[in-house]
């Protein structure tokens, strides 16, 4: 093992000389990635400090540094890539490959023996084969199943499927002929949670030298960098999705056209479904083009993938392989089914998540999985429909799953009608717990989830189920019909397949929540979900095979709910952390307590007092009187969109939204994400106008933006310089304690921390197989502190962001007005700690307690009086 880099201070490739934070946050990240291996550092700098650009300076140094200090890794003498081989095969085909047969396990042959003798008994009859009225079906048909040994031995599924990523006008020689790159190691994955942030880390990164010097790959969803126009106009990911691998599987067609042809004369040729795959060489150019250019982002990729005819989203995935720095989002690096579909080796690798704060809540929620009662409806009808027309010429195997299929999801449906030793529409079980209640804990469902993965009977179920609906509604394209009733066939079975895997996660990892059909409510009201608690086991497939893992973000507060949550095993001590402050000076932020309103009214936005009109009215009437000393735009905040509304109408009975129209012009939030992008647009408009035509004492002077928390405009979007002038944060956005799934991860936090050294002195909450629903205030008490820190750390995370959104840059200033007369607490001798002890430092340290209207109104005009005069 060579030493590791020594200590750096200078960052040659950042490109301005960089301020203290700067250089500081540079050489601490750079020293975290020097002590691994399995280091972990959290670096928190608050946003528009120069913080990605600070990471890529330091962490591609020591990518480099690294190298050269162990030439023999650079040589690619590191360990294999996990996978590698087939990096650029689609999913479907990477998910079948079959595993190295074992003893105890059968080979079958590949063809029906029914088919090979030339004749089917279809539907009771027997009929030719290739000829009359059933040749539109045969391709419905499973491929013979059957796995030998009942201890849970690995069935085989049909042999393994051919190349098809690029295969289509290629023989197999050819693709054995093509150099397989050698893997670059150790990388750097970047994460972040959406596509602009990791355009916005690619943007950064052009600014470096690095650009040129590493080689760069960003990988995307299918959704955004499909080429395909016919599959594009689908719209949704997750068809987008399933069209994308069914085309992949119609390549069977044209294999038999190019056994027709058999102009190789040797091979077996296979061709894919997507003309965009079909020219192996196009693949091979798309490659080229994108390591001339240096970094790309998804919409760079997209383009070249356009220009050059072949698909981008697997040209991306090629190149993996050899790609110093892979820039990806959440889903594809932080769930192991999508590191193992992507081929990704973590081993000795860098990972740096960004956008950090809410990691543990983001990691169980990819694992968690709902399927509700009308896609379980579907999905029976169709495998009854799939098994009265085939039953007679289907193997064993195969009917033997299909009925256990269609047994279970009968079960699944029966539990969410029957509501009988139940007095509440929502239970939460355990595992064991849901599999007893439904009499189905006999169900071998390992095998199960291996048949669904192996014998492609989603596709030939929901593809004969397609059929049977142009049939019956006359005929149309195929995209049109995949959109009737929820979701496609497809979607439906998926959700079934997905839930069954959930099922095979430990007792304890989750729990089941059931949804019951209300009566006289919605029956698509009806779900079983499974809600994954556990994010430490996920998280350490991570840690455990990386180099080291940096979490970064604007404010990773509090530590130690993220430890306990995702890194329990270790000490505080063991954890490498770094904050630092702004880079913008004090002056430039005012973030004030507001306590109460113009006419002397406490502010108390609670659940139980925020509805009341004069709550209301005092709220319409500070608003008013701020409108008239901030200029440009102010962003409101409310806790809900149903409250937003409820404000909303009760300003415009009461003229208060006419008295503020006076000042600004008034824009909301939509509630559709669609619409978004069309009112922040108006909203910046209507600021730039006021701007520019010099607001006088009497005339409009920009506009005012009512938003949500939670919504698409608290988090990711920028609300620099006059876009912000001041945020306003209604009351303290608290989660909904009748949240089921939220009380079920308050419960577990509690029960995990009062098992730890940590809050030894926390009431136990009772780990009951079936959860009592009972008030989620009452959860709330015996869930003990850590329970009640991590309710109150949802909250005030979510404060965080929201009032994040202005101040993004070094010369940007801003209000930042905190509305309740709970945000003037200081003592923490309440139930609850102090919740603005929650805020980041640097505004903690800025924090004024307005008392008193007056002193607000004062304060807010000496600020602007001020940074006019600077700015
Ligand atoms: S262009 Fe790519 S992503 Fe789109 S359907 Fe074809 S293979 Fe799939």
Redesign the pocket.
Known sequence: MPPPPPPRQDFPAFPFAPYPIQSEFMSFLYSALSSGPRALALLESPTGTGKTLSIICSALQWLLDHRDAAPERANGSGPAAAGGEDDDE?DWMRDFTPLPPKKGVRKKSETHPRRRQGTRKVGGSEKSEGTGENDGEEEFLLDEYESDGEEGTRPHAAGKRPHCGGGGGSSSSESEDEEEEEEATPKVYFTSRTHSQLSQFVRELKRTDFSGKLRTVCLGS?KS????MD??KLGSANR?NE??LE??KNKKSSKIKVEGDNKKGHRTKTS?G?P??RNRSLQKQFRSEVSDHGALDIEDLAQIGRKVGT?P??GARDMVRSADLVVLPYQSLLLKSARESLGLNLKNSVVIIDEAHNLADSLTSMYNSKVTSSQLRAVLSHLEAYLNRFQNVLGAGNRRYIQTLTVLTRSFLRCLISNEDCSSAVTSLTINKFLFSLDIDNINIVKLCQYLKESNIIHKVSGYANKLFFTENGAGDLNHGQQHGEGSSITSFQALADFLRSLLYCNDDGRIIVARHKPGGHSEDAYIKFVMLCAEKTFSEVTDDAHAVIMAGGTLQPIEETRLRLFPGLLPSDIKFFSCNHIVPPESILPIAVTCGPSGKKFDFSHSSRSSPTMIEELGRFLCNIVTIVPEGIVMFFSSYDYEKQVYDAWMASGTISKISKKKHVFREPRSSVDVEMILNKYKEAIQSCCSKGSGDTSVNGALLMAVVGGKISEGINFSDGMGRCVVMVGLPYPSPDDMELMETIKHIGNYSSTSSVAGDDESLSRDDECKVEPGFGILRKSGKSGQEYYENLCMKAVNQCIGRAIRHVNDYAAMLLVDSRYSHTSSGRGFSCPVEKLPQWIKTRLTCGQNYGEVHRLLLQFFKINKQIH
Do not use: A
């Open positions: 689609p299918r960098l499909c080429i395909n599959v594009q987008i069209r994308c085309l992949q894919c997507c965009m795959l698909c989203y697997y």
